[in-house]
């Protein structure tokens, strides 16, 4: 059991550029988060997804886009890199809410240069 | 909005010794849930701890345990007989009805041998 699968681990950009984020989970859980991770700040919820087809923001979606085609796919798309978004991002899912335990990929880290 | 404060950005604990992490929370909602992350320097953030906030006896896991207070919104977390292997940044996090998790800045607790 794979878990929840985060690609790629590190990624260096320039300004202006952009990437997706991948993560992939195998099982069978509904909900999905993306959280980012800056020091002395925890983490923050970026977007989230309550099952295929059903996307929402959290606190900090400004620069970021998400999808949810299939309930196994949830990938975070940066439009136009900045700075501002060097972090540490992180993947979550849970199966009957975020008021469960979360299963949380291994984090991808981002630098933009 | 809801908050969550952790006020201690260090701990430290000698191996086999006790410690508590302190996490103050805002809210002003009467059904929620609470939680305590750990994340080791692997960066793999991994459950310790869940508290429904209506189940007024405190949760418990092994060595890990909480003294929840409702009505001082404080939920701390003992480690009685610390090891090495708890050493890691510890995360409070607080989840309402709606579902949207909110974590805490985080505290890093050193282990001494």
């Known amino acids: 059991n794979a878990g929840v699968t985060q690609t790629p681990k590190f990624q260096v950009l320039k300004t202006g550029q952009s990437m997706t984020l991948q993560c992939a989970q195998d099982?069978?859980?509904?909900?999905m988060s993306w959280y980012r991770q800056d020091p002395g700040m925890g983490l923050r919820l970026i977007h989230y997804s309550v099952g295929a087809g059903i996307t929402d923001q959290g606190e900090v979606p400004n620069g970021y886009n998400v999808s949810r085609s299939t309930t196994e796919d949830f990938p975070l798309r940066l439009l136009s890199a900045a700075p501002s978004q060097t972090s540490v991002y992180f993947c979550?899912?849970?199966?009957?809410?975020?008021?469960?335990?979360?299963?949380f990929g291994s984090g991808t880290q981002l630098s933009v240069l | 909005a809801q908050t969550v404060t952790q006020s201690q950005p260090e701990m430290s604990v000698q191996e086999a010794e006790t410690v508590t992490l302190s996490c103050t929370y805002d809210t002003s909602e009467s059904d929620y849930y609470l939680f305590w992350y750990k994340q080791p320097p692997s960066r793999q953030m991994i459950l310790v701890i869940r508290q429904e906030a209506y189940k007024q006896q405190n949760a418990t896991e092994n060595r890990f345990s909480v003294n929840f207070q409702k009505a001082a919104k404080s939920f701390s977390l003992k480690i009685s007989d610390s090891q090495l292997g708890d050493a890691a940044m510890y995360f409070c996090a607080y989840c309402n009805q709606g579902g949207k998790l909110i974590f805490g800045q985080g505290t890093e607790l050193s282990v001494k041998p």
């Open positions: 099982m069978n859980h509904e909900y």
């Open positions: 979550a899912s849970s199966y009957t809410g975020f008021n469960e335990k979360l299963f």
